[in-house]
């Protein structure tokens, strides 16, 4: 543990200094240790979720084969910005903007009210600044889209409780948390979904 500690050291070794370099397989190979990697350089990205509610139910996406989150539902999302020099403060990001956005990507009238919650992140070589609007559609009609936006296999309508169970990246499970937590668990029919 001393020699690990001490001398065989990943980002410098000191095989010269060794007391057992002789029976070192890669010391007597060539193969001494170059220092560590550089470490992975992260790239900001700042990202828009949608939380479109109507009459207690959630509208969610589920992403096709080939896409960050293949196979698991989620609110849709927009990219604001990748690699910002400043990410503003959610107060400052304009309704209008998000709503005229999030309107071509769900092909249904919706309107964003306000700034639910805003999470950050690691994945992979991201570090995601997620802000969540909460939006709604006019009436108690639960649109249908006439189109999905790329990378997106299904829609539909979940009742906030299915919301709940299905399987969901863990930044959209921290969504429907926060949400369970402010509004309370709803007393409407799990199953009614379109």
């Known amino acids: 543990m001393d ?9 410098q ?7 057992i370099a002789k029976f070192c397989r890669a010391f007597q190979n060539g193969h ?6 550089d470490k992975t ?11 479109i509610e109507c009459d207690h139910h959630l509208w969610m996406v589920r992403y096709a084969a ?6 698991l539902w989620d609110f849709p999302r927009l990219i604001l910005a990748e690699n910002p020099a400043h990410v503003p403060p959610p107060a400052t990001i304009g309704l209008a903007g998000i709503t005229q956005a999030a309107r071509a990507a769900c092909s249904f009238p919706l309107t964003v009210v306000e ?7 690691p994945i992979t070589r991201y570090r995601v600044v997620l802000d969540v609007f909460l939006a709604k559609v ?3 009609i639960r649109y249908n889209p006439t189109s999905l936006p790329a990378g997106v296999e299904e829609s539909r309508w979940f009742h906030v409780r299915q919301a709940q169970r299905l399987p969901v990246p863990s930044s959209t499970r921290r969504v429907l948390n926060t949400w369970f937590d402010r509004y309370g668990k709803p007393n409407h029919k799990e199953n009614e979904t379109l």
């Open 41 to 51: 350089v992260f790239t900001t990205r700042h990202e828009v979720a949608l939380l």
């Open 115 to 121: 700034h639910f919650l805003r999470l950050r992140y």
């Open 66 to 71: 080939g896409s960050r989150w293949a196979g």
């Open 13 to 19: 070794p000191r095989c010269t200094h060794c007391p």
């Open 32 to 37: 001494i240790p170059s220092p560590a990697r």
């Open 138 to 140: 006019p009436g108690q």
């Open 3 to 11: 020699l690990g500690h001490d001398v065989c050291l990943p980002s």
